[in-house]
């Protein structure tokens, strides 16, 4: 049986990916969008992009989603954060505008800290 190999692409932050995000099973899994926080050797952290509204202060509508290369208004949900193997990244769907990525930040900085 062959296998499947992704050609080379340099990752970045602030890009947006479709991913085999697996299910705590580990068994099945589910390919949906998100977006690159930083990189950690060979692993990713990311956060979920959903196309659902948002409902709590870490959740980070994306402005320009269609330059993101997303197919509908997305919310960033930086409260369902995940640690990938870089190989779970199957496709590049683009970059989150300056705009965009400066409010995550924002966002981050005020709501995503440790509670103790």
Known sequence: MRRK???FTMI???EIWIADIRYTDGVSSKKRPVLVLWLDGVDVVVAVVTTA????ET????????NAGL???STV?????????QTLLLRRLG??????RQLI????DAHVKPQF
């Open 5 to 7: 190999t992704r050609v």
């Open 12 to 14: 970045q932050p602030g």
């Open 53 to 56: 509204q948002p409902r709590t």
């Open 59 to 66: 959740d980070v509508v994306i402005s320009d989603w269609q």
């Open 71 to 73: 197919r509908a208004p």
């Open 77 to 85: 949900r930086l409260s369902r954060l995940d640690c990938l193997e």
């Open 95 to 100: 970059m989150l505008s300056a705009n965009d």
């Open 105 to 108: 930040r924002t966002v981050w």
